[in-house]
């Protein structure tokens, strides 16, 4: 636990653990997605981790905008709030810098976050409130029914571009890096085990934590994730493990390695050699690297990093501030306020 | 009072008593008592045909160096403006003015309106220009400058100044290019800037026995904010997007750490409101302060409030017009949008204060409201009463009333939390986080009476909506009652509210002056209003609603009371002039 | 009707007879006229005591595949709802069912409300983990999902329709668990994907000669801004952000390329808001649209319109309760917000469609309106509107009113060009971009009368206040009288506006039949409100106002008339039934 | 011209050019700016400069959100609109989206348009709308007097934050690189000269520039830019010019090399060796090498990047697709409004 406090709910968590269940963090509310909908493999796996990082339910937050994403909240045991759309970041912030003793995560959709909320996001990331974003990228909106979101390929043909849409999307883990996220990182919803490691880190991290997790919507958008998902996608999963050389492949035959220009490309290791391969360190405070990391592909139609790209110490916002105030304010009494209230030039009439 | 000091004169920089012949400038410009050859400093007095407010005296004082300022600030009335130059402000300058920190960071001025301008630099730059000008011409521009930025902040037409100074320095084209290029500076540096005038409050009434001091109404709603911070039990976090002028207050709370003040300036107002919501979720006293525009971009967070239903306050510093507007000038234009500016059913309460102290104590109500009954309330004020200021008679903080948070500690059905249970004023629990065994969702979708729930059922919905409302009734009987000071036989009454109430005050004492019975009240709480306002309305032949706006407290007095009252409205982004509402209150009984 | 087909029978998918055991189900499950065996499609038909509109009849046809779809399409009323399963549309099918195109995307269903929901595959993944259930069982449960899917979007309980599988399948676990889960998915379905209920329009009008279409509201406010773009020559920019249930209007409008119409969807409602203001700043017909929320956040923009003074038309398809309240539920909920939701003085007109084809002349009026006024115009729908469909006898298009965009071609002031010149309505010149000689500058500070340019001169913020208001007022004399529809010795004047149209007319007729005599009045222009309705108000003794809210237009017309006006106010996100407004009716009577 | 079309104004701009002057694009309004404002000197450039570009006034457009950049707009005498605060990026696509025969620019602040405008800045990068946005930014709130802003250093003291502020700055570059800007790049109020040929690149740029302006608020924030600005700062200008070497400083005797991990770093030539130098490509489709330049320096206080850092052709928003619209439109008559009207079944009562 660093001095400038965690912001990862520790905070006040000394001594022994109560000893938790996934059943701790289940709402008695029905879930109410879809059947053979992403979100669900995504909210089994984060009940089940929820545990595992030992904090109580009661000191657990979970804030959401809109959309079917949002439903997240109300299917976990903890304290949440659904807010409007596309204002969770903020409304997170408002939580997690005055509260350094919670742990606090925000569920967002492609639409909630990278659309009518883009801007709470990039400044939370800015700040780096002491946060984790999971963003559900299912590169559709779904809970309107299907109209083609800011992660949409071009030319998605929905029922509000029926000719096909004209912008160009996002790519969610460059611009996170653009808005100076401290931690970004990529997972894919049915990837039990990779999404529980990707979110232990973010929880672990101190800060602000970015997860875009692909999340296959299976009623408007089915199949999106399918080139990176399941068996069939295995193979272009570029798994990032900080320290070692980034390889790939069904039989690991395949690597990354640095182009001239700075960025990176995919090669057969037959080719270039194990020594041309680029070992990745999540912890640089230059960019470049992760940035060229996130630039690989950028769609998940072929190799595709996941795992953790970026995860640097930085100053957590909030973090000492909130805890010297609350201090202040511990010692105010009323008679401070008294002092104030006759601060400044005063004169008695009799 | 000792601060009409001997007639400003020829000696002193300020073109001296070619003044008189400054046409449409009724400010008389006086070097204050005692000034030294070579004034440094200069005080504006106002004739009482003037501006703002009836007879009342804003003084401003232009200190062009440390010197001046220490000479000549005593003498300023208390919440006066204070502008000074600087770039004059140096080390060598402080010391020789005999002070060891520099007064404008010491908060040794807090309790003015201060405005720092590095005059010399401004009036450099914008005469550099100007062919064939000597260095100690151009210096001597600086108390042009000045004057330009006074006529705007006092709102005080150009053309004029610029003619007198063009026939004043006929012979010196140099001298009158450079003039004039430093008088446009100093005023387009006030309109650039958004610089508000600061009018001093009216005729304090009869003081009774107690300590004073001057207070203005940005001041007064930060300390009534932080006493019921402190006396709630309650930290708070104040979030803030900068907007003229409600910007004022969140400097004057982000010095004060002392009280545990969290103030965080947001990248917008949307992000703002959210904040201090999620602040009031995790058990905070959440507050967040903007402007008209600012309160627009609040509408759909502040809906969410009022439906998870928790504590908070919105500060609306109300400026003049629609849109961009007129940003320094001042308005009651908010009063139905704060009302019923969300989309749907979304009753919330909405208090204004009255005068520039009155901001303490209204805030404290709408901090406590808001705790009581577990809603966002907004409070009303606007450029007027945050700029002006008043003498005002210190409260003892121990006179204040108890805001208890009651937070909920346990289940509050068999072992089962329901956080929409609802108390006998019809508030719900307030659980927050860290408290076990009462996790619980909120959210924006209509929920189910008690559970909290989703719930799309219709007649849960007719009663969560009946409930909601009903919440603002119960806080209506609360309310103190509308107070009324009607003379014998009185006709008409004039119904006012927020900043109008020392205008109505000062004319209804003319009125009566003149032997005509007349019956003033004024609204504190304009949403809901107190039990007894329709008996009070009724009771009057005829009622005269005043506003700074086209008549919106008055279509809600006509609307809920059925009553046939008129209005008189002034939209020019100033106060209303005792003489005005004299004369409309004569007329409106005749 | 031909559609009420045989009593469904044991031998159809959907439970057969034992549907009359189902409680707590109004409907009727019927076979269409001639069904096969092993039904591939069902209708359901409302009891009349059942929800929506009194008497009505909102047919539904689920079609199963193809050829459910193409042998009972022709039988389903115009504007009904087909629910298809999209999962069976494959080719094979399609050929077998005699289609060479898929009808679900070849516009062949266009006049209809069409959902397609891969039943099979959502039924699949529902009963999956169901142990020891045949994949035989399994699909049929695809009928269950149905049920459960029209039991959210009829609003129908969903306790009782279990209990009654558990029942019926006691003895058959898996096959119960994977009927249970079925319904659960299909009813969750319904919510999560915010799926609303189509009801059909109330008895038509006794129907005079002419070419008849059936129109639900969102098409025929689709082609009345289309039409309304062509009349002008001014052609259509809407810039939108999906939200349920204004999402259908962007989908209506972005196939139109044929008409010109560039749909945009935009990063969130203010970006739409702008984006719409900056093409009508370009000369195109600047339109967004919306639901509550939505409207919360355009307000900053709408208030900047209504300042540039540009034709711009914004679209507010009203939705239940406040905050995110019930989606795909209807409410009135948004007049006062509509008519003061921005800070500051700023008034604009707001109109309101009586019916689903009224919502194409209104819309034409609208854009008339803002363009003749140059000013934004709030067009209110509501979710009911919006999907409830009528017949209608088509418009002749040459029979509409012309719109004339007037653009300004020269100078208006000598060589000057003045953008605040304003003409016998109050309306500014429409200068565009490309236009030589006529650049100007707008914007949101308070602008100088004539010349446009930036002012904080009080008199002149007085005047635009009062010119900006001006516009309304010739407006209101240019609307179409208010007309009362009144009995001899009508005692009770019923005032309508938007939706209730229908059922007023409903309850009205029901009233008259038991002789009682009353006046009914219906207000498509809600702010400002025509010219005589201060005079149709007061001849009558009581004014009874029904709306789905809690009394706002109610409060308008008190205060506007000071009349002592009542309300009948239902809001439970349903439109109200003819009982309950007949009963209110005579209620009032007595 | 391109075939998708240019978007900048140059549309029906066939035949002999009418010969203008600086002073057709002055408006008669007095600037209000503090005297010595940086926003004088780039409002000069930009005036000399439209003449030059050789589209007329009436086909210009400004347009530009609330602050002291945003009186920008009332003092060039071509179209204009003063927008409300942060919105001017929305404004201007509804220009340019409808409209492919203007000249759209955007001018805004820090606070306009990356703190309250963030996420409409960065969907019209995104979008790639054919408007150019000139970012005037003093990390500074100037109107609202001198509150900090998301450009502002951390710790920054100022009215609003008295214990200095808690959050640290967006990199401008950084965050439109990561919203898909095809064309990026930053000058200095004072270089005439370069604020002339940027804003020229910009102009001649089909679709979205965004181009940061380094401008200084002397009232607020003055000298915030002197380590770049001015004589003192001339030697930490890394000016890049696409295809050269990138070298700078007094006698040009430092370079930009890149580090193994792909970022770019700072060496003497004396010792790397020209050889060594980074050669600039402004062109490249994978944007690390953009990416690192903009990161090479975080802070304007040691040698700063300035000139085009990336420019490239990418579909331009609403080109192409308006043009058909309109097309369309015009071909459009009521008869086809009454086939409208009588599509769909219909049936006859007589
Ligand atoms: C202010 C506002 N605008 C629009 C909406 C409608 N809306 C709800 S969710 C949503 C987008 C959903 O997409 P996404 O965020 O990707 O979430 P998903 O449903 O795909 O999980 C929209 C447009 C709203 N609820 N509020
Ligand atoms: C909705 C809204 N919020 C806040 C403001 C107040 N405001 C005007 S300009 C501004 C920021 C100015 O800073 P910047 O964008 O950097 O421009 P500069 O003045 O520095 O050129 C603010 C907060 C406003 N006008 N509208
Ligand atoms: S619509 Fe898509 S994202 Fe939403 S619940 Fe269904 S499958 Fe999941
Ligand atoms: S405040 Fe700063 S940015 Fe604004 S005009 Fe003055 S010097 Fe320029
Ligand atoms: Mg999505
Ligand atoms: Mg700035």
Known sequence: MSENGSG?????????????????????????????????????????????IGIPPERTVFISGIGCAGRFVYYMDTYGMHGIHGRAPALATGIAASRDDLSVWVVTGDGDSLSIGGNHLIHALRRNVPIKILLFNNQIYGLTKGQYSPTSEKGKITKSTPFGSEDPPFNPLALALGAEASFV???????????????????????????????????????????????????????????????????????????????????????????????????????????????????????????????IERPVYGAGRQRELSEAYAGASMSDVDDLLHSGDTWTVS | MQLVGARFTAATALVGNDLSTLPDFPAEIRAPAGTPHGVSAFQIHFASRDILTPGDYPNTLVAMNPAALSAHLAALEQGGTVIVNEDAFTKGNLAKAGYEENPLDDGSLDGYQLFRVPMTTLTTRATEDVEGLKPAEAQRTKNIFALGLISWMYGRPTESTITWLETKFAKRPAVRDANIAAFKAGYNFGETTEIAATPVEIEPAPLEPGEYRNIDGTQAMAIGLIAASVRSGLQMFFASYPITPASELLHAL?????????????????????????????????????????????????????????????????????????????????????????????????????????????????????????????????????????????????????????????????????????????????????????????????????????????????????????????????????????????????????????????????????????????????????????????????????????????????????VDAIGYNKVEGLPILAEEMEHAILEALS
Request: net charge negative.
């Open chain 1, 185 to 311: 990182a990529r997972t894919v919803d049915v990837e039990k085990k990779h999404v529980a490691e990707t979110l232990r880190a973010a929880a672990e991290h101190e800060g602000a934590a970015f997860v875009e997790i692909y999340q296959n919507c299976n009623v408007f958008n089915d199949g999106a994730f399918d080139a990176v998902r399941g068996k069939g996608g295995a193979p272009n999963q570029i798994r990032l493990e900080h320290g070692e050389p980034i390889r790939f492949g069904a039989e690991n035959e395949r690597g990354v390695v640095r182009a001239p220009d700075g960025s990176l490309t995919v090669a057969d290791i037959d080719e270039v050699g194990e020594s041309a391969l680029v070992v990745h360190d999540a912890h640089l405070e230059n960019q470049s690297h992760a940035v060229a990391l996130a630039r690989l592909s950028e769609r998940p139609n072929g190799p595709t990093p996941i795992g953790v790209l970026r995860a």
């Open chain 1, 8 to 52: 990862n709910g520790a905070g006040g968590n000394g001594g022994a653990l109560p000893v938790m269940t996934k059943a701790d963090f289940q709402s008695d509310q029905e879930t109410r997605w879809c059947p053979g909908c992403g979100d669900y493999a995504i909210l089994a796996s984060v009940q089940a981790l929820m545990p595992e």
């Open chain 2, 254 to 562: 982000a010095s004060r750490g002392r009280f545990g003040v969290r103030t965080v300036q947001a990248e917008d107002e949307i992000a703002a409101a959210n904040m201090a919501l999620g602040a009031a979720f995790a058990g905070k006293l959440g507050v967040t302060a903007t402007s008209g525009p600012g309160m627009d971009l609040k509408a759909e967070t502040i809906g969410l409030a009022a439906m998870v239903e928790l504590p908070m306050v919105i500060v609306d510093v109300q400026r003049a017009g629609p849109s961009t507007g007129m940003p320094t000038k001042t308005e009651q234009g908010d009063l139905l949008m704060a009302i019923h500016g969300r989309h749907g059913e979304n009753p919330i309460p909405v208090f204004a204060p009255a005068t520039p102290a009155d901001c303490f104590t209204v805030a404290v109500e709408a901090v406590r409201t808001a705790v009581r009954y577990r809603t966002p309330v907004i409070l009303l004020g606007d450029t007027f009463l945050a700029n002006s200021s008043e003498p005002w008679r210190i409260p003892d903080s121990a006179g204040l009333p108890e805001i208890d948070p009651d937070f909920a500690a346990a289940p509050n059905t068999g072992d089962e939390f329901m956080p929409y249970l609802r108390d006998e004023r019809g508030a719900r629990p307030w659980a927050i986080p860290g408290t076990p065994g009462l996790q619980h969702r909120l959210g924006g979708l209509e929920k189910e009476d008690g559970s909290g729930n989703i719930s799309y059922d219709p007649g849960n919905h007719a009663l969560m909506t009946e409930l909601r409302a009903a919440k603002l009734e119960k806080l209506a009987e609360e309310l103190p009652e509308l107070e009324v000071d009607a003379d014998e036989g009185a006709e008409l009454l004039v119904l006012g509210w927020g900043s109008t109430y020392g205008v109505i005050r000062a004319a209804a004492r003319r009125v009566r002056e003149k032997d005509v019975p007349i019956a003033v009240a004024h609204l504190r709480h304009v949403h809901p209003l107190p039990a007894n306002t329709g008996d009070v309305v009724r009771r009057f032949p005829k009622v005269l609603v005043p506003e700074l706006n086209t008549g919106q407290l008055l279509s809600v007095i006509r609307s809920e009371f059925v």
